[in-house]
């Protein structure tokens, strides 16, 4: 079981996310703005799943803060943006991976279990 950051502001998505990690065995604390992610960070995660688009702290505000800081925790960013630029942003700013939204179940599990350093064979876009 890892310890998930899951930082969202839309509550109905955080709420699927979340649902489809707690049933895969994970444990998931949500944040539900870039400002309460970041008052998170003194806890020790195994990952954190971040939503770019945010008012106020974004997430990849969050990302670059998380990376500020040397904590290694691997980072899947989600964006409704699925364009060249906003992956290319998160991936430099921090992420090691980005995930487009819609997105279904079993992808985001698939990054997820890869990021954790589950997946056999570990290779895969990042």
Do not use: N, Y
Not at 56 to 68: A, F, H, K, N, P
């Amino acid at each position: 079981m890892a310890r998930i950051l899951l930082v969202e502001d839309e509550p109905l998505v955080a709420h699927l996310v979340r649902r489809i990690l707690e049933r895969a065995g994970h444990q998931v604390e949500w944040a539900a703005s870039g400002q309460a992610a970041v008052a998170k960070l003194s806890q020790p995660f195994d990952l954190l799943v971040c939503d770019l688009v945010m008012p106020g702290v974004s997430g990849l505000e969050v990302i670059r803060e998380v990376r500020r800081l040397g904590l290694p925790t691997p980072i899947l960013a989600l964006s409704a943006s699925v364009s060249e630029k906003s992956r290319r942003e998160a991936l430099e700013a921090g992420a090691q991976a980005f995930l487009g939204k819609p997105f279904e179940s079993q992808a985001l599990l698939a990054q997820v279990e890869r990021l954790l350093g589950r997946e056999p064979g570990g290779a895969g876009e990042g």
